[in-house]
Each structure stands twice: as structure tokens, then as C-alpha cells.
């Protein structure tokens, strides 16, 4: 086992790793920027080390810094968190040279299942249904424009190396191509230095699956159930719940067996994310892998009743997976929600600064993960979410109404945030009967639905 785990990253999930790698009895490090000098892991790692300003690419994006700390503190493993350095194929490879466990998979298989054509490729050879769309990177915008007129309108134009929603852009007029191509491939440039786009056929209304996958490296690799994230705003995710509630056994079965199957076939090692697209008609179709945990993880933890960053931690030191996770059964119904510094009624509008009041709520089946706290200032430089707050029930219907209470008990004043919205989607009746998709929230904030219920649901 490691001896003391360099954290590379911020925020609830620099602490949730701090937190695992105490209770496995590992001394942490934590990097920081100035901006989070007061942030909650800086505080409660064994080491801290500041490796630059505020903004990401200037500290938290410096891979030079971040192993420059891990030689000065000793460490022997770096933990990427999600986000920033994460899926970079490169800065596995640094680790490995200068002697450093990545915790992981593979730079080869981060670098393969990173590049989303070649990962659909991966699963489509390996007997995972794809959507239709162009064999590989299309040339240009032209070219783009021939493989759509060829499969068909609506299509998606999508970057190889986008994630997060960026570098994506639905079509559905061969007016609007040249301009959407060209869009998404200038952010997916600015965001990962890499421009290159394919195009897939749109599914229209289909919700997003995503199934939770680890392995190790003595042959074991199992499926932890799937989670639904079609609640989302412009591709990022809002709610998430596990399990879905539009699958069946059999559809799960047989998406479960696909998630793995493609697993083996590439010799993943540590946690992963296998995402589809499932239509209306029950066909899923493999849309990306991400090569890292996910945010939304607590929600298969606490269905499953597991821990999946000490698992990370385990797997990365040679160790087999835990006995529990090869045998374990899914019980009851967790839901999270992600609460953001945002002002979802204009526009969802950052709310950077001080939190003058933190309350969070508590009680039988709540779990906050976060690294707020009143005083705390909210820096302007990084993603809008402040927490995670989820809950478990034995049944979805319990665990809505537990979701409900604690939003309904969360208070935070001084800055704006994401839970009246959330809550006015938690009371609404096609979100308790689980009849949304992804394009669900859109059309809600379309109507001015959320802007109707604005004064139910203020509650910070």
C-alpha cells in the first residue's frame, strides 16, 4: 500500500479522497492555488503545497508543479480526482517516468478511450451497438456536411476530444452546419487543444445512461449498476439517480454484459464510466468511456453500498478487488444533486463570493460531500458546483421525498444557488414519474415553468 497519496485536484473531491486515504491509513498532500488557500482540503491534508494563481492553467493545469510537489512531499501516488488533469494521457505517462503511481488506468488506455471516435470504434468492434455516423474524423466542415447529408438530419457534431459538453453541437438544418461545425471545433481547440470533430446521428429524446465499471489487475472486472443523468442543462448534469428508472432487468442486463465486455477487451484497470444513449424503443447505443471516477458516484456507493475511491486507491497498489465488490447486490434508490453558485433565474449566472450562512441538511439517508463552509469565499476561477448533496431510500418514492426535505433544509445565504430550480424539478410530476430526458430541462425553463414556481421553492 501507498504511504502518502498526492491529491490533484480541488474542491469535494480533494476532500473525499483525503478522507479515503485516511481511513487506508495514507498521509495526503494537497496542492492548492492561492484562490483556495481557505478550501476545506488544504486544511485537513497532512501536507499542503501552493502551485500557483487562481486560474486553473495556471495552477491546478501545471502537471510540472504538481509533480515538482509530489518529489518534494515524497509521495509515491497522485490521485487526479476528476476533471483537469484526469484523463491526460501525459501526465499519466510523467507519473509513470519519475516513478509515481497514477491512480488510474493505463496513459495507453486513457489515451485510446479518450479520443471519442476511437473509443466508439473500440465498442462498436467489441459488439456494443454505435449510432450510425462518419468512419473516424471528418476533414473539414465540407466533408462534415457530406457525411450528415448522408445519414441524415438531425446529427450531432461532436469533438474527439470534447468532454463536459464542450465541443458538441446538435444540427438539425443543413443551413446551420458550417456554422455549428465550426463552433464546436474552435471550443473544443480552445478547451483541449484539439479540433478535430465527427458526426453521429441525433437521438432524439434519449436518455442518458451511464453504467459504473472497475476492474483490477488479476482479471476481475465487474459492473456496479447504472446511473441516469438525462437532467441536464446544455450537457452538464443537474440531478442523477441510481438505479434508472426506465430500465428494465433484461435492458440491464444486457447493457451491463456490454460495459464489460468492452472492459476486458482493453485491459481497463481501476474505475471507469461507460456512457449510451437509450432511445424510447429500449435500443442503447455507446456514446463515450470516461476514464476516472465521476461526480456523480456517491449515488452507485450508496446503492451499492461500497466505497469506490479507497477501491481506486486499492486496485493502484496491485490489490484485488474487495470481495464485496465482486458479489455485491444493488439495494433501494439514490438521487444527487448538484448544487451550484448559480442563479438559475437569470440565466444561471455565476454566484461567486462570501457564504455568509452554511446550514446543510442531515439526518436518516442524507450525505452532503463538499468543501464549503460559512466565510467561505467562493472563487470566481473554477466549475460553479459547491456540493454534492444525495440521499438514499428503499424505494425511489422514499428517496425523492428525503431529496425534497433536505433541499427544503439547506440553507446558504450570501450567494445564489441551484436549489430552488432543483426543487421545483423534484415536485414536478414527469420527474416523479420518471418520464424526462435529456432535453427535459430545457423545454421546462422554455416554458418559464421554473420562473411560475420561483417563489415556492426560495429557500436560501
Not at 459488439?127 to 468512419?135: F, K, L, M, N, W
Not at 437521438?203 to 476492474?215: G, R, W, Y
Not at 496491485?318 to 464485496?324: F, R
Not at 430526458?437 to 421546462?444: A, K, L, N, P, Q
Request: hydrophobic share 40%; with cysteine.
Amino acid at each position: 500500500m501507498f504511504s502518502k497519496v498526492l491529491v490533484a485536484n480541488r474542491g469535494e473531491i480533494a476532500l473525499r479522497v483525503i478522507r479515503a486515504c485516511r481511513e487506508l491509513n495514507i498521509e495526503t498532500v494537497a496542492v492548492y492555488s492561492e484562490a483556495d488557500v481557505d478550501s476545506m482540503h488544504v486544511q485537513l491534508a497532512d501536507e499542503a503545497v501552493c502551485i500557483g494563481s487562481g486560474p486553473s492553467n495556471q495552477s491546478y493545469l501545471k502537471s510540472d508543479r504538481i509533480i515538482a510537489a509530489a518529489e518534494i512531499t515524497g509521495a509515491d501516488a497522485i490521485h487526479p480526482g476528476y476533471g483537469f488533469l484526469s484523463e491526460n494521457a501525459r501526465f499519466a505517462e510523467i507519473c509513470e517516468s519519475c516513478n509515481i503511481k497514477f491512480i488510474g488506468p493505463s496513459a495507453e488506455v486513457i489515451r485510446m478511450m479518450g479520443d471519442k471516435n476511437t473509443a466508439r470504434a473500440t465498442a462498436f468492434a467489441n459488439g456494443v451497438p454505435a449510432t450510425p455516423g462518419s468512419d473516424g474524423c471528418v476533414e473539414d466542415a465540407q466533408d462534415g456536411l457530406k457525411v450528415a447529408k448522408e445519414i441524415g438530419f438531425p446529427v450531432m457534431i461532436k469533438a474527439t476530444a470534447g468532454g463536459g459538453g464542450r465541443g458538441m453541437r446538435p444540427v438539425f438544418e443543413e443551413s446551420e452546419f458550417i456554422s455549428q461545425f465550426d463552433a464546436a471545433s474552435s471550443e473544443a481547440m480552445a478547451c483541449f487543444g484539439n479540433g478535430d470533430c465527427y458526426i453521429e446521428k441525433l437521438v432524439l429524446n434519449p436518455h442518458h445512461i451511464e453504467f459504473q465499471i472497475i476492474a483490477d489487475s488479476h482479471g476481475n472486472a465487474v459492473h456496479l449498476g447504472e446511473r441516469d443523468c438525462s437532467m441536464q442543462r446544455r450537457n452538464q448534469k443537474i440531478i442523477e439517480e441510481a438505479p434508472s428508472p426506465i430500465l428494465g432487468e433484461d435492458l440491464r442486463k444486457r447493457m451491463g454484459e456490454a460495459s464489460v465486455n468492452i472492459v476486458k477487451a482493453i485491459g481497463y484497470e481501476n474505475a471507469g464510466t461507460i456512457e449510451y444513449l437509450v432511445d424510447n424503443d429500449g435500443n442503447f447505443y455507446f456514446m463515450e468511456m470516461n476514464t476516472r471516477i465521476q461526480v456523480e458516484h456517491p449515488i452507485t456507493e450508496e446503492v451499492y453500498g461500497c466505497d469506490l475511491i479507497k477501491e481506486q486507491i486499492r486496485i493502484a497498489a496491485g490489490l484485488e478487488l474487495s470481495d464485496h465488490l465482486k458479489s455485491c447486490t444493488p439495494r433501494g434508490h439514490s438521487i444527487e444533486c448538484r448544487i451550484n453558485a448559480e442563479d438559475a433565474y437569470a440565466g444561471f449566472m455565476p454566484s461567486p463570493g462570501q457564504i455568509e450562512l452554511w446550514y446543510a441538511p442531515g439526518g436518516r439517508g442524507v450525505r452532503v460531500d463538499t468543501h464549503v463552509y460559512s466565510g467561505y469565499s467562493v472563487p470566481p476561477y473554477y466549475d460553479s458546483m459547491i456540493a454534492k448533496l444525495i440521499v438514499h431510500g428503499a424505494t425511489r418514492e422514499s428517496a425523492i421525498a428525503r431529496m425534497r426535505r433536505a433541499l427544503k433544509e439547506f440553507m446558504i445565504h450570501g450567494i445564489k444557488t441551484t436549489i430552488p430550480f432543483q426543487l421545483s424539478i423534484i415536485d414536478h410530476k414527469d420527474f416523479r414519474e420518471g418520464n424526462y430526458d435529456i432535453g427535459w430541462v430545457g423545454e421546462f425553463i422554455k416554458r418559464g415553468e421554473h420562473l411560475e414556481l420561483r417563489e415556492d421553492h426560495e429557500v436560501s
